[in-house]
T-cell receptor, first 112, second 113 residues
């Protein structure tokens, strides 16, 4: 069972480059989420999509854009990467708001 | 969103029960208590959640006090593989707290032989 799949698993970028992180879930979930986790800290919500066709900002949305491509896929884009965006990015999905979120294995992103 | 307070670290002997406390004194009526854990740098893993009643599943039990201001996660027979950071999170189902999980520092549980 795949669950939540994130690609790529690792990426190194130079400052100013752009990149899109991909996330797909096969659980027919309505809601999807993007988080970042900096060393020694808990996860922080970047953006979420309550249902297909909707997206909303989370706690730390600056510097990011998202696209809910369809029910399965939710991508996160960095238009002009900055060293402060070096982090581990996790995607999650849930059936509804009060249901548990299931997480992917993360994308480890370094920006030089 | 209601904030939670957890001890930064706890130890437990293998085979014994691990009891992880969490305070959430500002929880509101429609907010659930969720527990997740994170092993090494993997993605967080859902453990259990509840609203007001005690809950049990194949992984753990969740005991919520009657006033809902605190809860305890119980791992009945801890193993070395249960060593992880455990997060207690309070999250609502509507309004501005829609589905949002706010992760604090969590409790580092170390299970030793």
């Amino acid at each position: 069972n795949a669950g939540v799949t994130q690609t790529p698993k690792f990426q190194v970028l130079k400052t100013g480059q752009s990149m899109t992180l991909q996330c797909a879930q096969d659980m027919n979930h309505n809601s999807m989420y993007w988080y970042r986790q900096d060393p020694g800290m808990g996860l922080r919500l970047i953006y979420y999509s309550a249902s297909e066709g909707t997206t909303d900002k989370g706690e730390v949305p600056n510097g990011y854009n998202v696209s809910r491509l369809n029910k399965r896929e939710f991508s996160l884009r960095l238009e002009s990467a900055a060293p402060s965006q070096t982090s581990v990015y996790f995607c999650a999905s849930s059936g509804a708001a009060n249901q548990p979120q299931h997480f992917g294995d993360g994308t480890r992103l370094s920006i030089l | 969103d209601a904030k939670t307070t957890q001890p930064p670290s706890m130890d437990c002997a293998e085979g014994r029960a691990a009891n992880l406390p969490c305070n959430h004194s500002t929880i509101s009526g429609n907010e659930y208590v969720y527990w997740y854990r994170q092993i090494h740098s993997q993605g967080p893993q859902y453990i259990i959640h509840g609203l007001k009643n005690n809950e049990t599943n194949e992984m753990a039990s969740l005991i919520i006090t009657e006033d809902r201001k605190s809860s305890t996660l119980i791992l009945p027979h801890a193993t070395l593989r249960d060593t992880a950071v455990y997060y207690c999170i309070v999250s609502g189902a509507g309004g501005t707290s829609y589905g949002k999980l706010t992760f604090g520092q969590g409790t580092i549980l170390t299970v030793h032989p």
